[in-house]
């Protein structure tokens, strides 16, 4: 992994990207790491083909993390690195997530109990995410927001009734005065709540 970082294509993307001396530092440190963590992981059929594939490996890891806000880079390091040292292969660990769902029988004889719960969302901001969805659709996607805002706070902007329905408060910005926005405010539960809103 060493070898890509040091590449002149990489070099002059990282500097492009504006990322600082111990962000690339951390950047490579991360990669090698999962690389090491990627490699040792074992499928129900053994090894997959997409471990020997080094190359793909760098590109799709290095693409993602520069996807993310700078300081995520460090961040995501140090866990991993914390992980590591504790002998927690974190990309083991991702795929035995996966397998509670593909694999319930497996997980709940490999996994069950080995893993440790994964913090929640306490926050989340969706722009118009379901802006293309059709109604029922829609519907879905309202009955998310509903179950998991026991947990999570969203903050959504939306144009969709189904959204809205589901919201404990809306906000809006009103022009009563040509020039002059004001914020507008609806709480839609508990005893204040707007009827019909």
């Not at 806000?69 to 914390?82: G, K």
């Not at 969706?126 to 879905?140: H, R």
Request: charged share 25%; aromatic share 8%; with cysteine.
């Amino acid at each position: 992994m060493s070898a890509f970082f040091n590449m002149p294509a990489i070099e002059k993307l990282l500097e492009d990207k504006g990322l600082a001396h111990a962000e690339i530092s951390a950047l490579q440190e991360l990669v090698q790491l999962e690389w090491v963590h990627f490699d040792t992981v074992q499928g129900m059929s053994g090894r997959a083909a997409c471990q020997d594939d080094a190359v793909g490996f760098f590109v799709h890891r290095v693409a993602q993390y520069l996807s993310f806000p700078r300081e995520s880079i460090m961040a995501v390091r140090d866990d991993v690195v914390a992980a590591d040292a504790a002998g927690r292969n974190v990309i083991r660990e991702k795929y035995a997530r996966m397998m509670e769902s593909t694999d319930p029988a497996a997980f709940a004889r490999d996994w069950s109990g080995r893993l440790e719960a994964p913090s929640p969302v306490k926050r989340c901001v969706l722009d118009e995410i379901e802006a293309a969805l059709d109604e029922a659709n829609t519907g879905m996607y309202a009955e998310f927001l509903k179950e998991y805002s026991q947990k999570t706070q969203f903050v959504i902007i939306t144009h969709k009734k189904e959204s809205m329905e589901v919201s404990d408060a809306m906000y809006g910005i009103a022009m009563q005065e040509r020039g002059i926005s004001s914020l507008v405010s609806v709480k839609l539960t508990g005893a204040d709540a707007v009827e019909g809103a």
